[in-house]
């Protein structure tokens, strides 16, 4: 069985710095590109940055790029996401989510966490 376990939300001010990390389990994580969604209410769930399966190609939405930084371990088989200089507008539930392609699209990303909340105060 696939779990995916995210951890390390929380609350915080405007221009400051969060990192949520998800734990997998029941998968050759190895096998699996990794990506970072969020959804704020009221709004569809986005991407927010990727990974390959070897952690040497990396993407990002625009709104977060030079800001966010995504990494990956695959001995302890985790993904954390790195954010900086973090803005209101980033408040949002935020999913890791696993897929057997290097992909932006939500469709392609098989395995999802449950998700964990972030909220940025101005």
């Known amino acids: 069985q696939v779990q995916l376990r995210e951890s390390g939300g929380g609350v915080v001010q405007a221009g400051g710095s969060l990192r949520v990390s998800c734990a997998a389990s029941?998968?050759?994580?190895?096998?699996?590109?990794m990506g970072w969604f969020r959804q704020a209410p009221g709004k569809e769930r986005e991407f927010v940055a990727g990974?390959?399966?070897?952690?040497?190609?990396?993407n990002y939405a625009d709104s977060v790029k030079g800001r966010f930084s995504i990494s990956r371990d695959n001995a302890k088989k985790t993904v954390n996401l790195q954010m900086n200089s973090l803005k209101p507008e980033d408040t949002a539930v935020y999913y890791c989510?696993?897929?057997?392609?290097?992909?932006?699209?939500?469709?392609?990303?098989?395995?999802w966490g449950q998700g964990t909340q972030v909220t940025v105060s101005s």
């Open positions: 989510a696993a897929s057997r392609s290097w992909s932006l699209s939500r469709s392609d990303y098989a395995y």
């Open positions: 029941g998968l050759t994580f190895s096998s699996y590109a």
């Open positions: 990974i390959n399966w070897s952690g040497g190609a990396t």
